[in-house]
């Protein structure tokens, strides 16, 4: 039901920008939601760098909230930055805000254009003003598993992951196909904490791991911190996610997936300045990118990685700087025997099926 | 374990020694007390926050110009706090109604979430009929749900002798936990990928929100939900019995009250509250099960409850109030830099001012009643 | 590096070292609030202490560079809630738990405003006491290192329980729990009492917030209790207000903590949110088992749960 007040709040909002903020009209106001804190050494982090980044452009001035449940909650932020703050893109960050805050906001508010990460767009069932954007970090994380492959010398590595959703299989399955690439024989062990930050069970999933004979750990949960100092305190090696935390495991990091977040935005942000929109179609609705856009990268190797594994390492992203490198190609099998891909097929980057994963390939061991 | 008698509860003698009493003239410094106490409270805790913000070098002013215009300042900004509010009210009846039984039950959280759970399974099992039908089914579901979680913790207690308190806290993690597992497993939409939940619920059967408002009927539950408590409570037979045995449990044993039976109601209507806010959640917001349904009100709803003495009317009002306070977080953080934990220090401050008010009811001499 | 997976043994020494490092802090906490209980006043307000000891030990350690002064600043923390909590409960008319409750809420705040700044940052952690680097097993020694903070609260609960047994002191505490009324008659001093009582229960809360941050999992961050100060309220009942069985309580909560993850490391992977719910589930089965109308309240100060 079109609300009466929308013409009204959209009135006073224009008022507000033009008398009471006094500033360049021109400036793009950007308002990002979080889902935990900021600071959080992870994801959350992550975008708030990109956040950072886009403001370096002295046209556009960032809004940021953190800790925004899954809620009701976050619905309120996103009206209260577009009717007090003014804003006119909204970048809610959490895979939870899609449904249905986003799409119910959305509705509300046709003229805001609202950007999801990670979700998925499709037209004709999500309004015309909303888009998702997403980066294929498994092209970095496979990298992170070609290092390891050459790195472990039990042949057992470790994946600590937070659940078991798509997004997290497709990078445990890149890790093991990287380690396998260039270790046939090894194998990646998996433990589902159950939430994206849980440090006491993280530790614990490390520690069970380490006990176990895994010597290179990696990890999907929203903060890799507690990961990777107790991988260093136990003195195995580790490869980072979300941002770079070699400072954290000087003698054991190898290397990471890291986002680029800064990249993401401002190319929204210049789109925006040029009249671009959802709606219009001229802003596309699904975007995503890996190592060759920009979107993710690789954190710089460290000091224990040896000079084949940099070898392997800088070949495999050749290829995928030249769009030569299929990650997902048959014949590939699921841990459980059954066939998922035959000889000949592959999956590439940007197809769909991939954003469904619901199976762990052959070595990975643990279920979904 | 023993717990306090309720100061503002009558015990047998003298009840019946006021209802054979003349009236006394309207006490209005009582009255006044009444109201003066809680909003100096309210006051003071502003002010030590104000004094917080002066140090972390932030116009106190301007926060509380910002805070006031986020919460009440607008239609808008109070659809927020109404929205806020509404599952507070419901959180809160889930301490109130066993509180003046007499048992400390802090399980608001178990509760809803098996509300929750049970008003979801129940929608999708009729989602077929008619809206009115569906909603009834899940506020069904949701009473019973949330009533039976709560009975347990009654059952423990009365059976078993386990303190309450804590096996209602544990009940909550318990609560979350076996929500995790249906909404991963049993329940699983297969379809939910990035976020495992359950079916959803059709759109066009969810719970509407009112006119042209943000607000949902979640609101209208919460507010019927304090009033039909308090006319329990204050009006009726039953909520004198409960109340008799919150104020002196052996006297009321010695009347010869089914105290054991009178309990477990209580636990079972404060449940029914508790999971009526699940399902509230899940009717007018998410549509279906998954983990947003713990992402909580923490312990807010079992503050409301103290806070408002665990009566019906005043539950509104406080939790209007905390709905208020919550509903300015998001402009602490964006207009004035400051991290999302200084709502907590903000709710923390008011609260202790309030809890310290209690014990200043009857030291003002200004206060005092003239004469008998 | 790791020399081969230790298969099924690795679930009992993970288990076992999980024992004691996860167990450190709930029964540093326990140890507080059974000193809190003893003298009759409940604290529910703990884990706003326990964050807030945490806090402050990885803040001030990482200042300092000692991690040994961190464990100092987290006691004090601890200590000056515990004032705040002491001072408003001794008012008449406040509700314990409703105190407890708001003192967590504002702890909770203190502690993740002012920690915002020491997320990134490495704090210096406390160095273990190695008993096992007798073994060429790196599973086992590593297993035998413990925090130690871990007999630091050893040696707390064989003194409380010698304190409480034995000292005139001791004895009083337990009259001020037991009956404030027949205490205030030979002329102690409740309201001194109790204040003391909470506010060192307060402080060991603080320091076993500082052993998560500094030892296990030796960060600092805003979810790093898992509701360690809320459950000890529970640990403490469980146990029967007796200090040594703290110790054995804390140790099997501090176990079952660990077995999801242990068990997924072997290949059990089904379930996982039911494991982890272990501690609660064990806690209430325990109690259920071996609470009964008549025996809860034996051990229990007679004074706890009324507002003397």
């Known amino acids: ?368 | 374990m023993p717990t306090a008698p309720d100061a503002n509860t009558v015990s047998v003698a003298a009840a019946t020694a006021t209802a054979t009493a003349p009236r006394p003239a309207w006490r209005w410094r009582t009255s006044l007390e009444g109201v003066a106490i809680p909003v100096g409270a309210v006051v003071g805790g502003c002010v030590l926050f104000g004094i917080f913000c002066f140090f972390q070098s932030r116009n106190p002013f301007a926060v509380f110009a910002a805070i006031y215009k986020a919460a009440f300042g607008s239609w808008y900004s109070f659809q927020n706090t109404l929205v806020r509010a509404a599952p507070l009210m419901l959180t809160a009846l889930c301490t109130a109604l066993p509180g003046r039984w007499g048992l400390v039950v802090i399980g608001n959280e178990g509760g809803r979430v098996g509300g929750g759970v049970a008003a979801t399974a129940a929608g999708l099992a009729v989602q077929s009929a008619s809206l009115w039908f569906v909603i009834l089914c899940m506020l069904l579901g949701g009473m019973v749900g949330g009533g039976l979680w709560i009975t347990l913790v009654g059952l423990l207690y009365y059976k078993r002798g386990v303190n309450e308190t804590i096996s209602s806290l544990l009940m909550n993690y318990i609560a979350i936990a076996v929500l995790n597992h249906l909404v991963n497993g049993v329940m699983r939409d297969p379809s939910s990928l990035n976020k495992p939940s359950s079916y959803p619920i059709p759109d066009e059967k969810m719970m509407p929100t009112m006119g042209n408002s943000n607000v949902h009927y979640g609101l209208v539950f919460g507010i019927v939900a304090c009033l039909l408590a308090w006319v329990l409570m204050e009006h009726t037979t039953f909520g004198f019995k409960v109340r008799m045995i919150g104020g002196n449990i052996r006297a009321a044993r010695m009347a010869g009250l089914p105290v054991a039976t009178l309990g477990l109601i209580t636990c079972f209507l404060g449940g029914a509250a508790a999971g009526t806010a699940g399902m509230v959640e899940v009717a007018a917001v998410h549509g279906r099960a998954n983990e947003s349904l713990a992402a909580g009100y923490g312990y807010a709803g079992i503050l409301v409850a103290f806070v408002a003495r665990h009566r019906g009317l005043p539950i509104i009002l406080v939790a209007t109030f905390l709905g208020g306070i919550l509903a300015s977080g998001g402009i602490l953080q964006r207009e004035f830099q400051l991290p999302d934990a200084t709502i907590l220090l903000f709710q923390g401050l008011v609260f202790l001012s309030i809890l310290f008010s209690d014990s200043l009811y009857g030291r003002f001499k200004f206060f005092k009643e003239r004469g008998a | 590096m790791n020399a081969h997976s230790i298969g099924w043994w690795g679930v009992v020494i993970g288990v076992l070292a999980a024992t004691v490092r996860g167990g450190t802090p709930f029964l540093l906490v326990s140890l507080g609030e059974c000193l809190t209980e003893k003298s009759g006043k409940i604290n529910l307000g703990l884990e706003g202490v326990l964050l807030m000891g945490a806090m402050s030990a990885y803040a001030v350690a990482y200042r300092t560079g000692s991690p040994w002064v961190g464990v100092a600043a987290a006691a004090a923390a601890g200590g000056t809630l515990g004032c705040v909590h002491a001072f408003l409960v001794s008012r008449p008319k406040v509700n314990d738990i409703a105190a407890g409750i708001a003192m967590l809420i504002f702890g909770s705040g203190c502690a993740f405003y002012f920690g915002k700044p020491y997320i990134q940052p490495s704090a210096p952690q406390l160095p273990p006491i190695g008993l096992g680097n007798w073994s060429s097993v790196p599973q086992i020694a590593d297993a035998l290192k413990i925090s130690p903070l871990f007999f630091f609260g050893v040696a707390v609960a064989f003194g409380m329980q010698w304190f409480f047994r034995t000292t005139r002191w001791g004895m009083q505490v337990r009259a001020v729990g037991d009956s404030p009324a027949a205490a205030r008659a030979v002329g102690i001093s409740v309201t001194r009492t109790r204040f003391l009582c909470i506010v060192c229960g307060s402080a060991l809360g603080g320091i076993g917030g500082a052993h998560l941050s500094l030892f296990y999992p030796g960060a600092w961050t805003e979810a790093i209790s898992s509701g360690q100060g809320l459950m000890a309220v529970a640990l403490v009942i469980f146990a029967r207000w007796n200090p040594v069985q703290c110790l054995w309580a804390s140790l099997l909560f501090g176990g079952a903590q660990a077995i999801g993850p242990s068990l997924q490391a072997v290949g059990i992977s089904t379930g996982y949110y039911l494991w982890n719910a272990s501690p609660y589930i064990l806690t209430l089965l325990v109690m259920v088992l071996t609470c009964s109308t008549k025996r809860t309240l034996v051990g229990a100060p007679g004074a706890l749960g009324t507002s003397s």
Not at chain 1, 325 to 343: C, Q, T
């Open chain 1, 1 to 368: 039901m079109k609300s009466i007040y929308s013409p009204i709040l959209a009135g006073l909002t224009l008022t507000a920008l033009v008398a009471g903020q006094g500033m360049a009209a021109d400036k793009v106001i950007m308002g990002f939601i979080y889902v935990g804190p900021k600071d959080d050494y992870g994801y959350n982090q992550a975008h708030s760098e990109g956040c950072a980044g886009v403001q370096k452009l002295s046209w556009v001035k960032g809004v940021e909230e953190a800790s925004v449940p899954e809620t009701t909650a976050v619905q309120e932020t996103m009206r209260n930055m577009i009717n007090l703050d003014g804003a006119q893109v909204l970048f809610p960050t959490s895979f939870g805000y899609f449904d249905p805050h986003i799409l119910k906001v959305a509705k509300q508010y046709p003229n805001v254009q609202f950007f999801h990460c990670g979700g998925l767009y499709t037209p004709g069932k999500h309004p015309a003003n909303v888009g998702s954007y997403f980066g294929y970090i498994d092209e970095a994380v496979y990298i992170s598993g070609v290092v390891a492959g050459h790195s472990t010398k039990s042949g057992k590595l470790g994946f600590i992951a937070a659940k078991p959703i798509p997004q997290v299989l497709r990078n445990i399955n890149a890790f093991a196909l990287g380690a396998r690439s260039v270790n046939p024989k090894a194998t990646v062990q998996v433990i589902f904490t159950g939430d994206w930050s849980m440090p006491v069970k993280e530790a614990e999933a490390a520690s069970s791991l380490i006990d176990q004979g895994v010597d290179v750990l990696t990890c999907h949960v929203d903060s890799p911190k507690v990961i990777l100092e107790t991988a260093e305190r136990r003195g195995i090696y580790v490869c980072g996610y979300h941002a770079n935390g070699s400072k954290l495991a000087p003698k054991g990091y190898l290397t990471g997936a890291e986002w680029n977040w800064s990249k993401v935005y401002t190319d929204y942000a210049q789109m925006v300045k040029d009249g671009k929109s959802l709606a219009a179609g001229t802003i596309p609705h699904l975007v995503r990118g890996g190592l060759k856009e920009g979107f993710v990268k690789c954190s710089d190797y460290g000091p224990s990685v040896s000079d084949d594994a940099k070898k392997d390492a800088e070949s495999a992203k050749a290829k995928f700087m030249d769009g030569t490198m299929v990650i997902f190609k048959g014949p590939l099998k699921d841990n459980g025997g059954k066939e998922i891909l035959p000889a000949g097929k592959e999956y590439k980057q940007q197809d769909l099926d991939l954003e469904k994963m619901s199976w762990l390939v052959e070595g990975v061991i643990g279920s979904t």
